[in-house]
Protein backbone atom coordinates (compact mmCIF):
# COMPACT_ATOMS: atom_id res chain seq x y z
CA UNK A 1 0.00 0.00 0.00
CA UNK A 2 2.86 2.39 1.01
CA UNK A 3 4.34 1.67 -1.77
CA UNK A 4 1.76 2.70 -4.66
CA UNK A 5 1.01 6.06 -2.39
CA UNK A 6 5.19 6.53 -3.21
CA UNK A 7 4.86 5.39 -6.55
CA UNK A 8 1.68 8.03 -7.81
CA UNK A 9 3.48 10.83 -5.74
CA UNK A 10 6.57 10.04 -7.45
CA UNK A 11 4.22 9.92 -11.03
CA UNK A 12 2.68 13.60 -10.10
CA UNK A 13 5.81 15.12 -9.73
CA UNK A 14 7.18 13.53 -13.02
CA UNK A 15 4.26 14.47 -15.08
CA UNK A 16 4.48 18.09 -16.78
CA UNK A 17 1.62 19.25 -14.87
CA UNK A 18 3.66 20.47 -11.80
CA UNK A 19 5.78 22.75 -14.22
CA UNK A 20 2.46 24.35 -15.52
CA UNK A 21 1.32 24.81 -11.54
CA UNK A 22 4.92 26.15 -11.02
CA UNK A 23 4.69 28.23 -14.13
CA UNK A 24 1.46 30.00 -13.27
CA UNK A 25 2.56 30.84 -9.86
CA UNK A 26 5.14 32.43 -10.85
CA UNK A 27 3.19 34.50 -13.62
CA UNK A 28 0.98 35.59 -10.71
CA UNK A 29 3.40 36.27 -8.76
CA UNK A 30 5.34 38.77 -11.51
CA UNK A 31 1.49 40.35 -11.67
CA UNK A 32 1.66 41.24 -8.39
CA UNK A 33 5.15 43.00 -7.96
CA UNK A 34 3.81 44.61 -11.31
CA UNK A 35 0.73 45.92 -9.51
CA UNK A 36 2.47 46.94 -6.26
CA UNK A 37 5.51 48.33 -8.34
CA UNK A 38 2.80 50.46 -10.51
CA UNK A 39 1.24 51.82 -7.74
CA UNK A 40 4.19 52.76 -5.76
CA UNK A 41 5.46 54.93 -9.18
CA UNK A 42 1.68 56.61 -8.80
CA UNK A 43 2.85 57.60 -5.45
CA UNK A 44 6.48 59.10 -7.10
CA UNK A 45 4.10 60.99 -9.23
CA UNK A 46 1.68 62.06 -6.94
CA UNK A 47 5.00 63.35 -4.76
CA UNK A 48 6.49 65.14 -8.27
CA UNK A 49 3.37 66.89 -8.84
CA UNK A 50 3.62 68.14 -5.20
CA UNK A 51 7.45 69.53 -6.12
CA UNK A 52 8.95 72.61 -7.64
CA UNK A 53 11.10 71.67 -10.60
CA UNK A 54 14.40 72.75 -9.64
CA UNK A 55 16.55 74.22 -12.73
CA UNK A 56 19.07 76.29 -10.90
CA UNK A 57 20.31 76.80 -7.02
CA UNK A 58 22.73 78.52 -5.30
CA UNK A 59 23.29 80.35 -1.89
CA UNK A 60 21.66 83.36 -3.76
CA UNK A 61 19.39 81.88 -5.92
CA UNK A 62 16.36 79.25 -6.76
CA UNK A 63 15.51 79.54 -10.39
CA UNK A 64 12.45 76.58 -11.01
CA UNK A 65 10.24 75.68 -14.00
CA UNK A 66 6.77 76.84 -12.66
CA UNK A 67 3.91 74.47 -13.76
CA UNK A 68 0.94 76.12 -15.94
CA UNK A 69 -2.31 77.30 -13.96
CA UNK A 70 -0.54 77.28 -10.87
CA UNK A 71 -0.65 80.51 -8.77
CA UNK A 72 2.51 81.91 -6.97
CA UNK A 73 1.26 82.85 -3.66
CA UNK A 74 -2.36 83.18 -2.07
CA UNK A 75 -3.39 84.67 0.61
CA UNK A 76 -5.41 81.35 1.41
CA UNK A 77 -2.33 79.18 1.99
CA UNK A 78 -4.56 76.36 3.42
CA UNK A 79 -6.33 75.49 0.86
CA UNK A 80 -4.92 76.76 -2.16
CA UNK A 81 -2.13 75.16 -3.73
CA UNK A 82 0.55 77.49 -4.69
CA UNK A 83 4.31 77.61 -5.62
CA UNK A 84 4.75 79.04 -2.19
CA UNK A 85 3.37 76.22 -0.56
CA UNK A 86 4.28 73.91 -2.45
CA UNK A 87 8.22 75.11 -1.69
CA UNK A 88 7.63 75.61 2.11
CA UNK A 89 7.43 71.85 2.52
CA UNK A 90 10.18 70.98 -0.50
CA UNK A 91 12.37 74.18 0.74
CA UNK A 92 11.63 74.24 4.89
CA UNK A 93 15.46 75.93 5.08
CA UNK A 94 14.61 78.92 2.55
CA UNK A 95 11.61 80.11 4.37
CA UNK A 96 11.86 83.54 5.24
CA UNK A 97 10.00 83.71 8.59
CA UNK A 98 9.72 88.07 8.36
CA UNK A 99 8.08 87.65 5.33
CA UNK A 100 4.34 87.22 4.11
CA UNK A 101 4.27 84.74 1.65
CA UNK A 102 7.45 82.87 3.40
CA UNK A 103 10.26 83.55 -0.03
CA UNK A 104 11.19 86.64 -2.02
CA UNK A 105 8.89 86.41 -5.03
CA UNK A 106 11.20 89.53 -6.78
CA UNK A 107 8.81 88.99 -10.31
CA UNK A 108 5.75 86.64 -11.31
CA UNK A 109 4.30 84.82 -14.11
CA UNK A 110 0.59 84.54 -14.21
CA UNK A 111 -1.29 81.39 -13.41
CA UNK A 112 -1.73 80.15 -17.19
CA UNK A 113 1.65 80.90 -17.67
CA UNK A 114 4.48 78.40 -17.50
CA UNK A 115 8.17 78.54 -17.08
CA UNK A 116 11.02 79.92 -15.46
CA UNK A 117 10.80 82.01 -11.71
CA UNK A 118 13.33 83.28 -9.82
CA UNK A 119 13.26 83.40 -6.38
CA UNK A 120 16.30 85.07 -4.33
CA UNK A 121 17.01 83.18 -1.53
CA UNK A 122 18.51 86.39 0.54
CA UNK A 123 17.34 90.02 1.01
CA UNK A 124 20.98 91.52 -0.95
CA UNK A 125 19.98 89.14 -3.68
CA UNK A 126 16.63 90.22 -3.97
CA UNK A 127 17.22 93.94 -3.61
CA UNK A 128 19.25 93.38 -6.82
CA UNK A 129 17.35 91.27 -8.76
CA UNK A 130 14.39 94.06 -8.29
CA UNK A 131 16.45 96.66 -9.41
CA UNK A 132 17.09 94.91 -12.45
CA UNK A 133 13.72 94.93 -13.20
CA UNK A 134 13.31 97.59 -12.65
CA UNK A 135 15.70 98.94 -14.67
CA UNK A 136 14.55 96.58 -17.43
CA UNK A 137 17.82 95.33 -17.69
CA UNK A 138 16.40 91.58 -17.51
CA UNK A 139 15.95 90.03 -20.65
CA UNK A 140 12.84 87.77 -20.70
CA UNK A 141 12.05 85.53 -23.91
CA UNK A 142 8.93 83.50 -24.05
CA UNK A 143 7.70 80.71 -26.36
CA UNK A 144 3.81 80.73 -27.69
CA UNK A 145 1.66 79.22 -29.52
CA UNK A 146 -0.81 81.99 -31.66
CA UNK A 147 -4.09 81.37 -33.39
CA UNK A 148 -4.13 81.44 -37.22
CA UNK A 149 -0.77 82.14 -39.12
CA UNK A 150 1.06 85.43 -39.03
CA UNK A 151 1.21 87.80 -42.34
CA UNK A 152 4.66 88.60 -40.84
CA UNK A 153 8.14 87.00 -39.47
CA UNK A 154 9.35 89.68 -37.35
CA UNK A 155 7.23 92.59 -35.61
CA UNK A 156 7.60 95.38 -33.06
CA UNK A 157 4.04 95.94 -31.18
CA UNK A 158 4.34 99.03 -29.12
CA UNK A 159 0.90 99.53 -28.03
CA UNK A 160 0.08 101.33 -24.20
CA UNK A 161 -1.85 99.36 -21.54
CA UNK A 162 -3.93 99.99 -18.60
CA UNK A 163 -6.32 99.09 -16.47
CA UNK A 164 -9.66 98.08 -18.09
CA UNK A 165 -12.30 99.87 -15.82
CA UNK A 166 -14.71 96.94 -16.12
CA UNK A 167 -12.53 95.51 -13.62
CA UNK A 168 -10.91 98.42 -12.19
CA UNK A 169 -10.82 96.46 -8.47
CA UNK A 170 -9.26 92.93 -9.65
CA UNK A 171 -6.07 91.57 -11.92
CA UNK A 172 -8.82 90.01 -14.19
CA UNK A 173 -8.07 91.85 -17.53
CA UNK A 174 -6.45 94.64 -18.62
CA UNK A 175 -6.81 96.73 -21.90
CA UNK A 176 -4.66 99.24 -24.63
CA UNK A 177 -5.50 102.53 -25.40
CA UNK A 178 -6.93 101.45 -28.64
CA UNK A 179 -9.76 101.07 -26.36
CA UNK A 180 -9.81 104.49 -25.25
CA UNK A 181 -12.43 104.69 -22.93
CA UNK A 182 -11.90 101.08 -21.10
CA UNK A 183 -8.27 102.10 -20.56
CA UNK A 184 -7.12 103.43 -17.37
CA UNK A 185 -3.58 105.25 -16.53
CA UNK A 186 -2.18 103.83 -20.08
CA UNK A 187 1.70 103.26 -19.80
CA UNK A 188 3.82 102.03 -23.01
CA UNK A 189 3.73 98.70 -23.94
CA UNK A 190 6.57 97.18 -26.19
CA UNK A 191 6.59 93.57 -27.21
CA UNK A 192 8.58 91.97 -29.74
CA UNK A 193 7.78 88.77 -31.35
CA UNK A 194 9.64 86.55 -34.12
CA UNK A 195 8.07 83.72 -36.10
CA UNK A 196 9.34 80.36 -35.60
CA UNK A 197 7.17 77.88 -37.17
CA UNK A 198 3.84 78.08 -38.96
CA UNK A 199 1.48 74.65 -38.92
CA UNK A 200 -1.88 73.24 -37.09
CA UNK A 201 -2.80 72.51 -33.55
CA UNK A 202 -5.90 70.18 -33.80
CA UNK A 203 -5.92 71.24 -37.41
CA UNK A 204 -6.58 74.92 -37.00
CA UNK A 205 -3.53 77.46 -38.15
CA UNK A 206 -1.19 77.85 -35.39
CA UNK A 207 1.81 79.76 -35.36
CA UNK A 208 4.90 79.43 -33.11
CA UNK A 209 6.64 82.30 -31.90
CA UNK A 210 9.50 83.66 -29.39
CA UNK A 211 8.46 86.73 -27.50
CA UNK A 212 10.49 89.11 -26.05
CA UNK A 213 8.72 91.88 -23.85
CA UNK A 214 10.87 94.83 -23.20
CA UNK A 215 8.84 96.70 -20.91
CA UNK A 216 6.33 94.52 -17.97
CA UNK A 217 2.81 95.67 -17.85
CA UNK A 218 0.40 92.69 -16.50
CA UNK A 219 -0.65 90.35 -19.19
CA UNK A 220 1.22 92.68 -21.78
CA UNK A 221 2.07 89.43 -24.02
CA UNK A 222 -1.52 88.38 -23.94
CA UNK A 223 -3.06 91.42 -24.84
CA UNK A 224 -0.42 92.11 -27.23
CA UNK A 225 -0.92 89.29 -29.27
CA UNK A 226 -4.93 89.79 -28.86
CA UNK A 227 -4.68 93.15 -30.28
CA UNK A 228 -2.94 91.92 -33.69
CA UNK A 229 -5.45 89.36 -33.94
CA UNK A 230 -3.36 86.34 -32.81
CA UNK A 231 -4.37 85.60 -29.66
CA UNK A 232 -2.74 82.91 -27.46
CA UNK A 233 -4.00 79.67 -27.74
CA UNK A 234 -5.64 78.42 -24.74
CA UNK A 235 -6.01 82.12 -23.39
CA UNK A 236 -9.64 82.24 -22.48
CA UNK A 237 -9.60 85.66 -20.82
CA UNK A 238 -8.51 87.52 -24.38
CA UNK A 239 -10.14 85.50 -26.76
CA UNK A 240 -13.17 86.61 -28.57
CA UNK A 241 -14.87 83.72 -28.53
CA UNK A 242 -14.33 81.07 -25.81
CA UNK A 243 -12.19 78.05 -26.70
CA UNK A 244 -12.56 75.36 -23.75
CA UNK A 245 -10.67 72.63 -25.79
CA UNK A 246 -7.00 73.46 -24.98
CA UNK A 247 -5.57 71.77 -22.10
CA UNK A 248 -3.65 74.87 -21.01
CA UNK A 249 -2.42 78.33 -22.35
CA UNK A 250 0.31 77.60 -24.39
CA UNK A 251 2.48 80.57 -22.97
CA UNK A 252 5.77 79.53 -21.45
CA UNK A 253 8.86 81.46 -20.02
CA UNK A 254 11.30 79.75 -21.94
CA UNK A 255 14.77 82.26 -21.16
CA UNK A 256 15.47 84.36 -18.62
CA UNK A 257 18.90 86.52 -18.45
CA UNK A 258 19.89 88.21 -14.97
CA UNK A 259 22.34 90.63 -15.29
CA UNK A 260 23.87 91.32 -11.46
CA UNK A 261 26.56 92.14 -9.30
CA UNK A 262 25.74 88.94 -7.01
CA UNK A 263 26.08 86.89 -9.61
CA UNK A 264 24.25 86.46 -13.11
CA UNK A 265 22.44 84.43 -14.29
CA UNK A 266 21.43 83.15 -17.88
CA UNK A 267 18.72 80.16 -17.39
CA UNK A 268 16.64 78.09 -20.07
CA UNK A 269 14.04 75.24 -20.13
CA UNK A 270 13.42 73.22 -22.76
CA UNK A 271 10.90 73.43 -25.37
CA UNK A 272 7.70 72.37 -24.36
CA UNK A 273 5.75 73.49 -27.24
CA UNK A 274 7.28 70.61 -29.83
CA UNK A 275 5.58 68.29 -31.94
CA UNK A 276 6.49 65.62 -29.39
CA UNK A 277 5.48 67.32 -26.27
CA UNK A 278 2.05 67.81 -27.59
CA UNK A 279 1.81 64.57 -28.66
CA UNK A 280 1.37 65.64 -32.03
CA UNK A 281 -1.40 67.41 -32.02
CA UNK A 282 1.09 70.37 -32.90
CA UNK A 283 1.89 70.13 -36.78
CA UNK A 284 4.65 72.01 -38.12
CA UNK A 285 4.49 72.78 -41.94
CA UNK A 286 6.86 75.83 -42.17
CA UNK A 287 9.63 76.65 -40.41
CA UNK A 288 11.07 80.47 -40.49
CA UNK A 289 13.28 80.67 -37.99
CA UNK A 290 15.50 78.09 -36.05
CA UNK A 291 15.43 78.84 -31.32
CA UNK A 292 19.46 78.28 -31.98
CA UNK A 293 19.53 81.69 -33.81
CA UNK A 294 16.22 83.20 -32.50
CA UNK A 295 17.62 84.96 -29.65
CA UNK A 296 20.35 86.83 -31.64
CA UNK A 297 17.92 87.97 -34.28
CA UNK A 298 14.96 88.95 -31.70
CA UNK A 299 17.77 91.02 -29.80
CA UNK A 300 18.56 92.78 -33.16
CA UNK A 301 15.64 94.78 -34.00
Not at 82 to 110: C, G, S, W
Not at 242 to 268: C, G, K, W
Amino acid sequence: MIDEIVDRIVQFFSTGLVEKIIKAFLVLCDRFVNFILSLCEGNNYKKKDETVDVLYTSGNFLVINKKHDLLINSNDTKKVKTVQTIMRKQFPEYVQDNLTHDFYFAHRLDFATSGILCIPLNKNACKEVCQVFEEQRARKYYLALLRGHTDFDEEVIDIAIGEDVRFKDTSKKMCTILEDELCQNPRRSITKVLVLDRGYYNGKPVTKVLLRPITGRRHQLRLHCSQIGHVIVGDYTYSLKIDTSPPRMFLHAFRLVLPNTIENLDIQTDDPFTEKALKYKWKVVEQVNSIANAFDIIDSF
